[in-house]
């Protein structure tokens, strides 16, 4: 595929040519999907939809712009949800069709009025309903988005059910279904170089498009009449929402990888320095090289018992260990056991703390191994000891060493696995580790419950380590590698 891009009256109109290879499939649907908010230097509020293949940041969470228009659930298991404070005009731009109860035969994503002199009976009940993942829209109104499908048989509320009672009882007034953001593209000799779709005419937050190849820019297909502001937004949502140089209303399209790092898939890399460099267009046309991953060193040079890189037992490459990233300046090193699953609701949360940071196993492995031997990752946890994972780093532990040497975090963040093993390792006194003869504070996760405004403390104070650029160009690129 290849992109050209020329300026005409200070703007950009996109000349795109399309070269596809005739055997690759483009499919019409995605497996994959990820949303999340952005803002504007006027304070504008926008949702950008992601494809599998990227740019998408580091750290944002898989899901989809109609679960982000009402507010953020923060935790899955709990229900905790951030509310964005809403216009009545924005509410409206969100849900349509009213109609009756009776006439209702979903119960799913969608939104339902009730009598605000009965809220606490329709809480109540909506309590007894399994997975009723209920959200308030408007307090004011009556509006709640709700899921009641678990409280229904063969589309109709199941007998003497909570929801049905709330149906007779005439909790329930009004029904809505709640607009859906379907957006889906093609490859097409066109402008924009994609054939686009969407199902909506509107909504109250700028909305980008990323198209599922990464060769091309995002693209704004909706310019909202009253767009979300950021001072709508609760807090410690808005705490983690980027801000771009940009006003919306005036860029058509954009490129994220410009200002924040993300992965990319398929598309040419370029690694300098322990950082990888994607090959993309940037907002003014020209191809350059944007930040992708950061690589760590392996600390486990051979598998763990036999001397080789295969588990004596699956007889197939063992599947490493993971990292997660939020930032490349990042202020916090948080270290965990090799096999840790990281917990979901953690990489969501409004923490600014872990926002901060990177995750790191305290032992790591750079390949993942294959798709098909899923289930030999849990063999090699049984397998190998924890003595063993604990061993391997007293003999070496290059890759903390040579993180925190390139990042010099303010803190360190270990679980209680890791915990011990760093304090007999580097432990000199209290809660101090000394590192090429720097000092670090090093807390357990578990003390984020009890001291974390003193660690958030630390974890604000302004990043002290290497600095990659964000943006390189490919002359510049050319001349760092030859001073290699």
Same mark, same amino acid.
């Given at each position: 595929m290849y992109l050209c891009i020329e300026k005409i009256n200070g703007g950009y109109n996109q000349l795109k040519k399309i070269k596809m290879k005739l055997n690759k499939e483009y499919p019409a649907t995605h497996s994959m999907e990820t949303a999340w908010y952005v803002a504007d230097e006027e304070g504008n509020v926008a949702i950008f939809d992601f494809e599998e293949y990227g740019p998408v940041p580091w750290g944002v969470e898989e899901t989809e712009v109609s679960e982000l228009v009402f507010g953020h659930e923060e935790n899955y298991n709990t229900h905790e949800y951030l509310n964005i404070d809403l216009t009545d005009d924005q509410?409206?731009?969100l849900i349509e069709k009213p109609h009756s109860p009776e006439e209702e035969n979903i119960w799913f994503e969608c939104a339902v009025e009730i009598d605000t002199s009965k809220e606490k009976e329709f809480l109540d009940l909506a309590a007894m309903i399994q997975n009723n993942n209920v959200i308030c829209i408007s307090q004011r109104r009556g509006l709640y988005r709700v899921d009641f499908f678990d409280d229904t048989e063969e589309s109709k509320p199941k007998k003497d059910s909570a929801?049905?009672?709330?149906?007779?009882?005439?909790?329930?007034?009004?029904?809505?279904? &709640?607009?859906?953001?379907?957006?889906?593209?093609?490859?097409?000799? &066109?402008?924009?170089?994609? =054939? #686009?779709?969407?199902? #909506?005419?509107?909504?109250?937050?700028? @909305?980008? $498009?990323?198209?599922?190849?990464?060769?091309?820019?995002?693209?704004?297909?909706? @310019?909202? !009449?009253?767009?979300?502001? +950021?001072?709508?937004?609760?807090?410690?949502?808005?705490e983690r929402i980027p801000v771009l140089p940009v =006003?919306?209303?005036?860029? *058509?399209? +954009?490129? @994220?990888?410009?200002?924040?790092? !993300?992965?990319?898939?398929?598309?040419? %890399?370029?690694? +300098?320095?322990?950082?990888?460099?994607? +090959?993309?267009?940037? %907002?003014? %046309?020209v191809k350059s090289w944007v930040l992708s991953d950061i690589l760590f060193p392996v600390s486990m040079e051979n598998c763990f018992e036999n001397g080789s890189y295969r588990c004596k037992k699956c007889k197939k490459e063992c599947w %490493?260990?993971?990292?997660?990233l939020f930032t490349h300046h990042p202020t916090v090193l948080i270290i965990f056991h090799p096999f840790y699953q990281y917990d979901y609701n953690l990489i969501i949360s409004s923490n600014p703390i872990i926002k901060c940071g990177v995750l790191l196993p305290l032992l790591f492995r750079s390949s993942l191994g294959s798709y098909d031997n899923y289930t030999d990752w849990y063999k090699i946890k049984e397998t190998v000891s924890d003595e063993r994972f604990a061993s391997i780093f007293k003999q070496n532990g290059f890759t903390f060493?040579?993180?925190?040497?390139?990042?010099?975090? $303010?803190? @360190?963040?270990?679980? *209680?696995?890791s915990l011990p093993i760093l304090r007999e390792k580097y432990g000199k006194a209290g809660r101090t580790l000394v590192i090429n003869k720097e000092g670090y504070p090093l807390y357990s996760m578990q003390e984020l419950e009890t001291l974390n405004d003193e660690i958030e403390a630390i974890a604000r104070k302004p990043y002290r380590g290497e600095v990659m650029p964000q943006v390189i160009s490919v002359e510049e690129m050319k001349k760092l590698h030859s001073n290699d």
């Open positions: 509410v409206d731009d929801l049905q009672k709330m149906i007779d009882r005439g909790i329930v007034k009004r029904v809505y279904r &709640t607009k859906q953001f379907w957006m889906n593209d093609e490859p097409n000799e &066109t402008e924009d170089g994609f =054939k #686009f779709k969407k199902d #909506f005419k509107s909504a109250p937050y700028f @909305i980008y $498009h990323e198209p599922y190849w990464p060769e091309l820019l995002q693209k704004r297909v909706i @310019i909202p !009449s009253n767009p979300v502001k +950021l001072e709508q937004v609760p807090q410690p949502l808005r =006003k919306f209303v005036e860029t *058509e399209y +954009l490129q @994220i990888a410009e200002y924040l790092p !993300s992965h990319f898939c398929a598309v040419d %890399g370029n690694d +300098l320095n322990g950082y990888e460099y994607m +090959l993309a267009p940037t %907002g003014d %046309g %490493g260990t993971r990292k997660k060493e040579h993180t925190v040497n390139r990042f010099r975090p $303010h803190v @360190i963040l270990a679980d *209680e696995w």
